[in-house]
């Protein structure tokens, strides 16, 4: 007996001393996994090691990270469990990735990732001064020595994608070839300054990667556009999938639709009324067209933006909406080439692990050169005065841009580099409803119809996306609803109903604005009449950029 006792003492003592597996391990383990994967993306949050890197989108390499994500997952199923949020969040997020890699499989379907992913890669490295420019003109050209292989890829995996992907990805391409052959161009130029090594070694692979980009337009337009007959719509229950994954809602289908209808009509009924307010004698189609009229020309688009930055910022500070981490205004920039999907305006802040480059960037999207002169007066339209504030408030001043320059100050290494469209784009557009209710414009009906035609853009992305993916909507029906519902110019209703085709669940603008009021009601009754709303935001966004059921259950312990 002693014997055995001695024995079992022995191999307990090896079992205690041999490494235990633990969740902050897991958690490094992951992100590194992350960044070695995705690079651009490292280094978009600020991680430079691996500047020089570019995305693998090879079939090959999508195998690998499936293997990887399986064994992951496996890994965190066997740590103890303790209501550990972090833990939750990159469970559901190896979920929601494994979904996208083996089911909706987008990587065989959309070639917008391909032609995009270079002109993010290389603009990255260029735009935000966190090393000397010729140090990032170094891994400029090992990214642009890895662009023919992005674009190889592409030929090999996509086949048979919905014509819309192809229209987009054609659009981007496009574009990215002047994009590498003069910005890309002129800004290594400067990095490289007496350095004529330096310099004919860049021109070599932007050369090649330019000649490469050029040969996937007219593939695109030439060969791959014939063969772009596949559908769109993900179905019913690929789509309560992915919104349970991506952002915890996991409400029938059926009742989120209900919701978003009802809003719909809400939202046009305010707008309706508001507009007669304006001009009782027109139709509120007609008064949104009277406030369009007052819109920038091409070349005073971006002045434009710049100019509402200011007050709209001052008046976040007198009327204390939320405590700003800086006093720095982001820089309004034309949308890349690279990035013009679809999208009229986006916010691009440095990420939470930046500690050098500061530089926030404000993209709205201008006319393109190719477009007739009514698709140019549409478009333009879109950027008419009360608007143009409106879309500010939401991408910088309180939105998007405030949100994220908090990044620093979130809790945990998951809750800096993980975030959900329902937290982000929920929040962005919760600031443009607050800030009219908080006396924003002081009254002006112009501008609170500005916010509800935003609302009714969002709320008819809401009602499109579940149609085009579930309920046989086509692009075109969808446009029509954006004109007849959102008051859209028909140009930019085609955008926003094609952008829904491969943004299945872009209701997370209405959902989550709906969420974050619902919170602040709960939050509310908890603090009583110790309710301040500059406190409830900066506890908000202080969370993190993660589901709001989680945000629940930090901010009320529910």
């Known amino acids: 007996m002693r014997a055995v006792l001695c024995f079992a003492l022995i191999a307990l003592a090896a079992c205690s001393s041999k490494p235990t597996d633990t969740f902050a391990k897991f958690e490094e383990d992951y992100w590194n996994e992350w960044f070695r994967t995705f690079p651009s993306s490292a280094t978009g949050v600020g991680i430079h090691d691996y500047d020089g890197q570019l995305e693998d989108l090879s079939a090959d390499a999508v195998a690998k990270r499936v293997a990887y994500l399986n064994a992951a997952h496996d890994r965190l199923a066997a740590l103890p469990a303790g209501g550990n949020i972090d833990a939750e969040i990159l469970d559901t997020a190896i979920h929601a990735e494994l979904m996208e890699l083996t089911e909706t499989r987008s990587w065989k379907t959309n070639p917008m990732g391909y032609v995009g ?153 305010d707008f309706v009324e508001t507009a007669n307010l304006i001009d009782p004698k027109k139709t509120p189609a007609q008064v949104m067209h009277d406030i369009s009229n007052d819109h920038p020309s091409e070349t005073d688009l971006i002045p434009a933006t710049r100019r509402t930055l200011k007050g709209i910022q001052q008046f976040l500070i007198d009327k204390k909406i939320i405590d700003l981490p800086t006093m720095n205004l982001p820089l309004v920039e034309e949308t890349p080439p690279y990035a013009r999907s679809g999208s009229f305006a986006s916010m691009d802040t440095p990420g939470a692990y930046e500690s050098k480059a500061k530089e926030a960037f404000y993209y709205v999207t201008p006319v393109e050169k190719d477009w007739d002169a009514k698709h140019k007066e549409e478009h333009l339209r879109l950027y008419n005065k009360p608007v143009m504030e409106v879309i500010t408030i939401h991408e910088a001043f309180p939105g998007h841009y405030v949100q994220f320059i908090y990044a620093p100050q979130f809790p945990t290494k998951t809750r800096k580099l993980y975030w959900c469209s329902s937290n982000a784009e929920g929040w ?112 908000f966004v202080k969370q993190g950029a993660i589901p709001i059921k989680l945000i629940q259950k930090l901010m009320l312990g529910a």
Do not use: C
């Open 117 to 269: 992913a270079p002109g993010g890669a290389i603009d990255v490295l260029m735009k935000r001064n966190f090393a000397p420019p010729a140090e990032r003109l170094q891994s400029v050209i090992a990214r642009l020595e890895k662009v023919p292989g992005v674009l190889a890829a592409m030929k090999v995996n996509v086949s048979n994608p919905p014509k819309e992907f192809t229209d987009l990805a054609t659009r981007m391409a496009s574009g990215s070839v002047g994009f590498f052959k003069n910005t890309v161009a002129a800004w290594a130029k400067d990095a490289a300054k007496d350095d004529a090594a330096l310099l004919a070694k860049f021109t070599a692979a932007n050369n090649a990667a330019a000649a490469a980009m050029e040969d996937a337009a007219k593939w695109l337009k030439d060969d791959l556009s014939k063969r772009s007959t596949g559908s769109y719509a993900i179905g019913a229950a690929a789509f309560s999938k992915k919104l349970a994954l991506e952002e915890m809602i996991d409400d029938p289908l059926d009742k989120i639709l209900a919701i978003g209808e009802a809003n719909l009509e809400k939202d046009y009924k």
């Open 428 to 539: 962005a557009h919760y600031t443009e409803q607050m800030m009219i209710e908080e006396g924003y414009g002081a009254g002006d009906p112009k501008l609170k119809l500005a916010q509800l035609h935003e609302a009714l853009l969002r709320d008819a992305r809401y009602v499109v996306g579940i149609k085009l993916h579930t309920r046989g909507m086509t692009v075109e029906e969808g446009a029509k609803l954006f004109v007849d519902r959102a008051m859209q110019e028909p140009a930019n209703a085609y955008e926003e109903a094609r952008r829904g085709a491969y943004n299945p669940t872009y209701l997370y603008y209405t959902l989550g604005k709906l969420e974050v009021y619902k919170l602040r009601e709960e939050y509310r009754k908890k603090k009583g009449a110790e309710f301040k709303l500059n406190e409830f935001h900066a506890d």
